[in-house]
Structures are given as structure tokens and as C-alpha cells.
């Protein structure tokens, strides 16, 4: 998508919203020592930083 390409404010803007977003699920699903919610905001924190890893690959993907 050349929408990436096109917009790279935006796009750098996005990643670090989402990144600072997804490492407080991540550390805030830590505290939560013991209890299942934990492990599952947790997840959704690595969910989050993969989500930033693909936007920040789009891109560079070949067409």
C-alpha cells in the first residue's frame, strides 16, 4: 500500500502511539502476578508490538 510510503509523519506518529500503548498492557499485565486477565493483557501488548513491527515493515514490502 502506498499509503505508508506516502504519509511517513503519520506513520511514525501511529508506531509510537501503538509502542508506548503495547508496553504498558505488557508491563501492566506483569503486575498482575498470578491472575489469568494478566496473561491475556500481556498478549494483547505482543499483539500490539507486532502490529507496530508490521507497520513499520509495510513499506519496505515488494509489490
Partial sequence: MQFWKNHPALRIV??????????ALVVGGWQ???ELAGL???VV???LLLV???IYNEPYRDK
Wanted: aromatic residues 10%; charged residues 0%; neutral net charge.
Fill in 14 to 23: 501511529l508506531m509510537a502511539v501503538l509502542f508506548v500503548v503495547a508496553m
Fill in 32 to 34: 498482575m502476578t498470578g
Fill in 40 to 42: 491475556g493483557i500481556m
Fill in 45 to 47: 501488548g505482543v499483539f
Fill in 52 to 54: 507496530v513491527l508490521a
